[in-house]
């Protein structure tokens, strides 16, 4: 076991510093990410899996392990695991073998890469001395003993699968048409394979893949052949050979065998997945560099065309179909990089070999010495919020991005958790009074999620209710909405139980799904006249206890954390919010409570770059402006009005102008654009969009059409949205271009 324990120790070392190469990696990526081709962007994953996989490394003064602090002394690498040994469960480590089920890889390939979820990587406590003559803890004997457990499950669950991809390569027919055979020795020739590559042809899978390490085959669906021209059949087979050429099967045989021995490791998880996508761009840039540039356009069609007709859900989730991503992200980022290939770039440049060699000299060697010291990272400060801030919106329901401004404005005092589990953050929180017609904000819905990146993989929730409601009235709530909206046999019961000192409800609530159960669990509590409900979605039992356990009234600290500034609509109700606006978009906006005299003001917001126009990247879709509504009632008791944007410029306008058009974003994420013509209105420039429907062809004929205006003042930006006829557009862009920026100081 003491000898498991230190083959352990070595590992974790090894996986750490791996992880600090990936990090490295996805940084470079993000910095150059377009200036680097595909095929450099995959090679420098391959730095990160040779330092995964080998164990031993050279000492180096210009080691990257120099700046990070990492020395080849194996006692810290002991100091960072002992903290998690004393720990009663470790939910990252849950959570990692929970997204391994999900996305071991095998070593077939195929055109699409499936997508699934990952976790951030956790920070681990470090600092903790230990002694070289003392026997290793019983907790890092049982997570040693789980790790080689895990490994030894995964290694198994490898093996067996190529034995039953061989059982199966038994039963496959080999393909003799000439036509597909022709295309393939075409094919072949182009790519400089002098060896015969057979392909063979069966019906238990429905889309293409290659297989076979050292006689490599390729598996062609049955019937498939007469849905396809001889220009798609060329395409799909000069992507399989390319995979052959690339020697991408042996690569993604060595990344199973990677995630075999560092399962326990959540950034291994990310990267491979990384890495599998981008090994597919750089297939891709092969073939298009084999094929020729002209052959770009009708290339990405075909993999449209392949998604379109074969995403249904498969039956063998092992296996790396042709078609087998529906991820909207990866399927843009191919076709985005087959719309920008350019012949010649998949050649290696002189500087592109310089710059990995001079990374594999950073990373592939160790530092000649340790260096003593951790850093410390700050969690950013909030703006404080003013102590008078006057109502410009009365709402019944309010939802912010920060917990101090909530707690502030909430009729009432209410606790939240104080530690939370690793990766979570906060997401926002909702006030409402009880009715509609209650001027008070008795109740409050806090929610937190695990988020990667712009996706989420888990949330929890918690409901506060200081209006009176008991224990019993929750729980009958709770029962007749939750049978309401069931879909499967559902049971719900409650057990009576003291929590932390507390009347409490642990509430389970059993679902049938076929033959088995899912059980799930909330818990209900009174604290100071105040009920809680704790919704942990996905979370175990015993982090949902030690969250409600870390609850306590907010405090500064608290604050400090609990922000989302990346929340897509914040609303602004009262001269704080706005104030807070003004600082977040960078400038002090116009804000008239009324316009043109017959339109007042209903309300406003903070939003993201989408709301205006289409992003030009994923940081400038967090741009943030300002959203204000007006509308007015007709004689015959309608409601008409119009939206008032506000944004940074940038070169927004001067694009417009030049572009002829105004883009924006649709629903699908894909963008649409509307013409643009100049005007003159009070002596001065606007550009006007012809009408438009708010989602461009995905729009319904009959839905009604939207008209923009734009003008700029300095370096801001202005955008008015009339949606459908009947308003005098002209007057109200006029007077609002009038207005003058608000003093914040002095609203009316």
Known sequence: MEILCEIFIGLWYSTLAASAVALLVMAIQALFRHRISARIRHALWLIVLVRLLLPVFPDSPVSLFHMLHFGTDIKKAVSLIIPLTEKENNPSAERSRNSQEKEYVQNDYSMIRPEEDTVPDAQLPAGIEDSAHVSHPWGLKIIAAVWLAGTLALLTYLFVYMLKMR??????????????????????????????????????????????????????????DKELSIQQLTHVLSHELAHHKRKDVAWNLLGSFVLAVHWINPVVWMSIKRMKADRELACDACVLEVLGEA??????LTIIGFLKRFSVRRHQPNLLYFDGSTNTNQLVRRIEMIKLFRAGSYKLSAAAVLGVVLLSAATLTNAAAPAAGDGVVQAPATA???????????????????????????????????ALPEGYKFHGIALRSKTKDEAKLTKAE?????????????????????????LDEAYTEFERREKKTAVRETEIRKEPMTLYGMEAYKVIVTTKVNTKQHEGWRYFWLDGGVLYQFDGGDLSDQEQLAIIASMKYPDQEMYKTQVNLDLLNVGIYDTGDLRRTAELIGFTPKFSQQAAGQFKMSGASMVQKLYF???????DKKSKLLNIGYNRTDEQGNIQGFSFMQIKNGTMYEDMKKNGNAAFYRIDGKKHTAPVSPMVLGGREVLRTAKYKIDGELSRPDEIDFVSYYWKEGDVCFQVVFKGEGLPQEDIVAYLMNEKVADLNNLK
Not at 183 to 200: A, E, L, N, T
Not at 453 to 469: A, V
Not at 613 to 619: I, L
């Open 167 to 224: 059982r199966r390569f038994k039963t496959l027919t080999l393909v003799t048409d000439p036509r597909i055979l022709s295309v393939v020795d075409d094919c072949r020739r182009k790519f400089g394979i002098k060896r015969s590559v057979p392909v063979y042809t069966g019906s238990y899978a429905r889309s293409p893949y290659i297989s076979g390490l050292i006689r490599p085959w390729i598996y062609f669906p049955e019937g498939i």
């Open 295 to 300: 052959e770009a356009v009708p290339y990405g």
């Open 613 to 619: 126009g289409y992003p030009d990247n994923a940081d």
């Open 384 to 418: 404080t919020v003013q102590t008078e801030d006057r109502l410009l919106f009365d709402s019944s329901s309010r939802s912010y991005d920060n917990l101090e401004k909530a707690a502030k404005v909430a009729d009432f005092k209410f606790k939240a958790p104080s």
């Open 446 to 470: 806090v929610i937190y999620v695990l988020r990667v990146g712009e996706k989420h993989y888990g949330s929890f929730r918690l409901l506060i209710d200081s209006s009176g409601t008991s």
